[in-house]
């Protein structure tokens, strides 16, 4: 048996990278098996990023190899939502990852706060390190843009302001994501795929595209793929996400993850207040006074509403 990651999945279709790939392009073409050993019942059961254990066989009239993924390895971490038919599934867009890069634009389309904290949560839930990139600064870049993203700086958070097709800010990129594994995420016509290829430009041959090496990889927006840049980060790309029902969060504990909160909480008048409805509520006063976004608390109702109890 074969011990490879998962580079690329297409519905049912999976791309392994073995792990002892002395020549650094095999890729094995993989299905699941039948019958598979993991603990990942409720959610995808495979997922990019996944360790995965594969039965090889040699391919009918070919040179090329085939596999069946027989074992999933444990997960050290994942990233997911809930998933948009099944409302009660997890929907995992990427394992073991250290890095989640969020990714929006200035316009066309123009980013939406409550999709970045949405994903921010999703980040902290799962002990992942995010960062904001805010795309096409050439179309604009003003102080009222920085002053909003402001809020997340001061929040902690890195904030990259660049411009793809310029070629402008993505040394920062560079640095944030050499040397981990990072996912990216952002609607579709953000500019994941121009940021891509600007990064790998410079030495695109090098660039590890893994769907081109097989007759199935053709480029199709449900493939989410991990490419390898040859300044050392790995980069999953994801097929631009509109819609991002949140996974694993408890509605009563949303409010931990607004960390802006944390200051006027605890003068709240009741201990298990929710910050929505109840009287004497520090946080919805300092909102009122304009000491919380405005923005951020409107999106923690959002967030707020969109949980079952
Ligand atoms: N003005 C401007 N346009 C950009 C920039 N980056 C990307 N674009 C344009 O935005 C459009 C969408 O870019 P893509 O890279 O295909 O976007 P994507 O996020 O990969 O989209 P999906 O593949 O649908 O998820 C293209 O027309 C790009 O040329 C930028 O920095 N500035
Ligand atoms: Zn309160």
Redesign the pocket.
Known sequence: MEEGIVVQSIGKDFLVKPTNDKSGNQIIECVTAGKIISENENSSMVAVGDIVGVLVSKKKNTESAEGKIVIVHPRMNCFSRKTVYQQSREDILAANINKVLIFAATA?PVYNRRFIDRLLLTSELNLIEPAICI??I??IFNKELQEEFNVYKKLGINVFF?????EKGLEQIKDFIKDSITLLC?A????????INKLAGREIQKVTDISSKTSKGKHT?SATRMLEFEFGGKLIDT??LREFALWGLIKSEIALYFHEFDLFSQQCRYSTCTHTHEPDCAVKKAYEDEMIDAQRYESYLNIFDSLDE
């Not at 660049?162 to 310029?166: D, E, F, H, T, Y």
């Open positions: 066309d795309n096409k050439d179309l660049i411009s793809a097709l310029k952002g579709s016509g953000t500019g994941k795929s121009t940021l927006t097929p631009g």
